[in-house]
């Protein structure tokens, strides 16, 4: 395995996390949640990844969407929140990755 698989990997296990995170802060639309974690670059995602994924999260319960109108003529958005469910999924996500973080950090022997 290279650097770039091993990266691969690594994001394809946060990505829904980032994406709750971002959801939990404030309601996003896709392009501004691609936008977004375009500013990361490990954490860069095309449509074809994070689409399937939000319906996924949508189909779960752990979010939610509503249409809203564009500004200045710009078409309609899909925005999407996050649920009591998703909050809850959330927070067991929070537990286990300061797990994680925990573990690293002691096997790194910091």
Request: charged letters at 25%; aromatic letters at 12%; proline letters at 5%.
């Amino acid at each position: 395995m290279n650097i770039d698989d091993w990266k691969s990997q690594l994001k394809r296990g946060t990505l829904e996390f980032c994406i709750l995170l971002m959801i939990k802060k404030k309601p996003s639309y896709g392009y501004e949640i691609i936008s977004t974690l375009e500013k990361y670059p490990i954490m860069a995602a095309k449509e074809n990844t994070i689409y399937p994924l939000l319906r996924r999260l949508l189909k779960e319960g752990y979010i939610s969407s509503s249409w809203q109108e564009g500004l200045e003529g710009l078409p309609p958005r899909k925005y999407y929140s996050m649920t009591d469910k998703g909050l809850d999924y959330l927070s067991m996500m929070f537990v286990e990755w300061d797990n994680l973080l925990h573990a690293v950090t002691e096997l790194k022997g910091e």
